[in-house]
Each structure stands twice: as structure tokens, then as C-alpha cells.
């Protein structure tokens, strides 16, 4: 009787222990789009990967931070814009532990460094540097990153979370100005394992440089309208940076033969033969972040089931410090069926295409606006907002009829050049969120 409790005792520790490790992996999620496809003709479909952060179960498991502060103290600056963007990063300040390290740089026409890269032990003497902040001057954007990186660099560790946060109400007038330019500084930091968040405040920022910075570094970027916004900006960009959970998120899809696969939906993805390899920087405690891949998929007769590829996932776990492993299989099944085809497909996963794809005409319509093609970017716009609505009554989505409505705001601001400079900020900052993927 002593031996059966014993090994009782001991199944239940080994299952404890199990659903310990369980509770700290990052959780894979594959789905088809259409899990039964029509059988006798060769056609494409979609599925999607998602990968969700485990949740911290406490606070002190956190991952520490070393983010560089980067502010524009230009001329545009002064006034309340100034005043609300150095009592934002005061109260990031106090979000910090003293595992953290920070450094705070200002620009204008030249950078300066007011708190060099240190751990945050004396939060008094950091604030006191912030509050000095005064506006005048240029904007020398670039150089103010690049301090920035220059900082973080200096305690680089794969351990924390590295990552600059620039705050700009101007554009790059002085030093490399191009949306090129910052695009590929952005991607060069990001293989260092530095990125850049990139808050434009107000009318006069540039907001395709600042998407280039941000999205080639896998970074967020965020419009902010009035400056009594920052400190709400603030706060939410520090809330995602203190609750990463995995870094270096490797994803490796291999199709299955006779499965070709098309395109990765609005993100960079290496595509060679049967084989499709694409990262993503971080995860986030209790987010989700997603891929949706395109596959052309060869006739097969009914009543068949056909592996669509494979998914194998690696990523450095922040809490555990090891390298894990997950992995998924995909599959489909063919039917005659057109009513099977339709009850079973993926509500999910629908909306997820539907937005990814309203985003791209969106993005279009950006485009032939910037051309002077305003009749052609306005039908875009009609066109999208219809598509929108339709598909957001038939899968029942509030997310997809929000952004049918932006549309309509989008199509009423394009002919004042007053009124679309300030929307297409909008458009683009709703076009970068839509891109990135995520959810929680």
C-alpha cells in the first residue's frame, strides 16, 4: 500500500511538473481557412499560425528592459508638446525596476546624452535630467537613433529586452532624412537585436519614415494626435516591453509535395522551393501574433485528406532561459460538398484574411492618393468599405465594421490637402497596426 502511494505521489509531481512547463511555452495555434476544400480542380487556400504568449504568473518573472529614451526637444517642440512628452517619459520612469537599465537622449540639431545607459537605482537624479529638457533647433532624427542604439549597445544582452523609443513631431531635417534611409537603419538594428518604436506626434512628423524605422526593426508605431495623448502612449508601448516572454521567434513552414506556396500576407518571408522561413522579434505575456500564408493546392479527389505543410517553431524562453521547440502539422480534407466546404470554414481565420487584404487596398489607395489620382483612390476606398461591411455581417466581426467605417472617414478627407495630410497619419498608423498582426 506504502509503494502504490508512493508512485501515486510521484505520477502526480511528474504531472505537476509537466503542466508547469505547459503553463511556460509559447502556445501554437495552425488552422486551414477552409478545412474542406471542393475536390476536382486546383485552387489556392489559407492558414494561419499563431503563436500566443504564456502568461507571467508573477511580476518579478519579468524579462529586465534596456531601452534608450529618445526625445525631439526641436523648435516645433516647445510649449505643451514638450512639457507632456517629458512628463511621459517621467512616468515611464517610474515603471522601471532596478534590474532595468535606461538611457534618455534629446535632439535637436545635434543629440545629447542626459542620462548615459544605467541601471535604474536613482530614479530622482533621472526625472531631474528630464525635466531640464528644453526645445529649439533642427531635427536630426537619424543621429538621435543612432545615439540612442549607441546606448543600448552598451549592456546588450540577448537576456533583456533592447529597444529604442523615439518620440518625433517633426520631420528629419538635418542629417539622413529618407524613409529609405531610417528603413534601413531600422533593419540593421534589428540584426543586432535592437528595435525601434516610433511615436509621431502631431501634423508635421514624417509618417512614412517613421513606419519604414519601425516596421524594418520590428518595432510599434503609433500616431498620437494631441499631446495630452502621450503618457496614455507611453504607458501601453512600456506595458508591452515589461511582459515579453520570447525573443528570436524562428518559424520554418515546409509544404508538403505538391503543395507551392504563394505569399506570406504583409510580411517578409523567404520563400525557396517548398520551403518558407520568416521571425518575429518578441512575444508578448497573453498575445497573439500571427502569419497568414497563401498555398496553391492540386486537384485531389473527394473523400481525401492531403497534408498541407509543416510548422516548426523556435524561440528563446525568457523566463526558463532555454531554447524551445514546437511544432504542427496541417492538413485538409476534399469534398464534393460545396455546403461542407462553406459550414466548416474558419471564422478566425476569414477575418484575419479579410483584414490583411482590406489593408493592402487601403495601402493602395494611400498611393494613388499621393499620386494625384484622387477619383481612383476614392472607388479603392468605396469598393474596400463595401467589401468590409459584407464580410463583417457574414462573420459576425466588430473588428472588420470598424474599419469598413474608417474607410468612409478616409474617402470624405482625401481633397483637402489640410485635412488628408492629417488623415493619411491615420491611415498609415491603422495600416502599420493592421500589419503587425497582433492581438491580445
Given at each position: 500500500m506504502k509503494l502504490i502511494h508512493a508512485l501515486l505521489l510521484k505520477m502526480a509531481v511528474i504531472a505537476g511538473f509537466a503542466a508547469s512547463i505547459s503553463a511556460n511555452q509559447v502556445k501554437l495555434n495552425v488552422a486551414m481557412?477552409?478545412?474542406?476544400?471542393?475536390?476536382?480542380?486546383?485552387?489556392?487556400?489559407?492558414?494561419?499560425?499563431?503563436?500566443?504568449?504564456?502568461?507571467?504568473?508573477?511580476?518579478?518573472?519579468?524579462?529586465?528592459?534596456?531601452?534608450?529614451?529618445?526625445?525631439?526637444?526641436?523648435?516645433?517642440?516647445?510649449?505643451?508638446?514638450?512639457?507632456?512628452?517629458?512628463?511621459?517619459?517621467?512616468?515611464?520612469?517610474?515603471?522601471?525596476?532596478?534590474?532595468?537599465?535606461?538611457?534618455?537622449?534629446?535632439?535637436?540639431h545635434t543629440v545629447t546624452i542626459l542620462v548615459p545607459a544605467t541601471k535604474v537605482s536613482d530614479k530622482a537624479t533621472i526625472k531631474q535630467s528630464i525635466r531640464q529638457i528644453q526645445a529649439n533647433g533642427n531635427t536630426a532624427l537619424f543621429a538621435g537613433v543612432s545615439k540612442g542604439a549607441a546606448e543600448i549597445r552598451k549592456f546588450h544582452d540577448k537576456n533583456r529586452v533592447n529597444r529604442v523609443i523615439l518620440l518625433s513631431d517633426g520631420k528629419a531635417n538635418s542629417g539622413p532624412s529618407s524613409p529609405k534611409a531610417l528603413g534601413d537603419l531600422g533593419a540593421s538594428l534589428i540584426k543586432e537585436g535592437i528595435s525601434v518604436t516610433t511615436l509621431g506626434l502631431g501634423e508635421g512628423y514624417n509618417e512614412d519614415l517613421m513606419d519604414q524605422l519601425a516596421r524594418r526593426s520590428d518595432g510599434n508605431h503609433t500616431f498620437i494626435e494631441n499631446p495630452t495623448q502621450l503618457a496614455r502612449i507611453f504607458n501601453a508601448e512600456f506595458g508591452d516591453i515589461l511582459?515579453?516572454?520570447?525573443?528570436?521567434?524562428?518559424?520554418?513552414?515546409?509544404?508538403?509535395?505538391?503543395?507551392?506556396?504563394?505569399?506570406?500576407l504583409n510580411r517578409e518571408a523567404e520563400i525557396s522551393g517548398q520551403r518558407i522561413i520568416t521571425h518575429l522579434n518578441q512575444l508578448y505575456s497573453k498575445q497573439e501574433k500571427y502569419l497568414l500564408v497563401e498555398v496553391e493546392v492540386p486537384s485531389t479527389q473527394s473523400e481525401r485528406t492531403r497534408e498541407v505543410a509543416n510548422v516548426e517553431i523556435s524561440y528563446a524562453n525568457m523566463l526558463?532561459?532555454?531554447?524551445?521547440?514546437?511544432?504542427?502539422?496541417?492538413?485538409?480534407?476534399?469534398?464534393?460538398?460545396?455546403?461542407?466546404?462553406?459550414?466548416?470554414?474558419?471564422?478566425?481565420?476569414?477575418?484575419?484574411?479579410?483584414?490583411?487584404?482590406?489593408?493592402?487596398?487601403?495601402?493602395?489607395?494611400?498611393?494613388?492618393?499621393?499620386?494625384g489620382k484622387l477619383a481612383e483612390a476614392k472607388q479603392v476606398l468605396l469598393d474596400n468599405g463595401r467589401y468590409l461591411e459584407r464580410n463583417a455581417t457574414r462573420w459576425n466581426s466588430t473588428q472588420l465594421g470598424d474599419y469598413a467605417s474608417e474607410q468612409k472617414l478616409d474617402v470624405l478627407n482625401l481633397d483637402d490637402d489640410v485635412k488628408y495630410n492629417l488623415r493619411r497619419k491615420q491611415m498609415r498608423s491603422s495600416q502599420f497596426k493592421n500589419e503587425l498582426q497582433q492581438s491580445y
Open positions: 481557412a477552409k478545412p474542406f476544400l471542393e475536390a476536382g480542380h486546383k485552387q489556392t487556400a489559407f492558414f494561419k499560425i499563431g503563436l500566443t504568449g504564456f502568461k507571467m504568473q508573477k511580476k518579478e518573472d519579468r524579462t529586465p528592459v534596456n531601452v534608450a529614451i529618445v526625445l525631439d526637444k526641436s523648435g516645433s517642440m516647445s510649449g505643451k508638446k514638450i512639457e507632456h512628452a517629458k512628463e511621459a517619459a517621467i512616468q515611464a520612469i517610474d515603471r522601471l525596476g532596478t534590474e532595468d537599465i535606461v538611457s534618455v537622449i534629446a535632439y535637436d511582459s515579453v516572454v520570447a525573443q528570436e521567434v524562428a518559424i520554418d513552414i515546409r509544404c508538403a509535395n505538391g503543395i507551392r506556396p504563394i505569399r506570406v526558463t532561459r532555454t531554447t524551445d521547440e514546437i511544432a504542427s502539422t496541417l492538413s485538409v480534407r476534399f469534398t464534393e460538398s460545396k455546403e461542407l466546404v462553406q459550414t466548416n470554414t474558419n471564422q478566425e481565420v476569414m477575418v484575419s484574411c479579410v483584414l490583411q487584404k482590406a489593408t493592402d487596398a487601403n495601402r493602395l489607395a494611400t498611393n494613388l492618393r499621393d499620386k
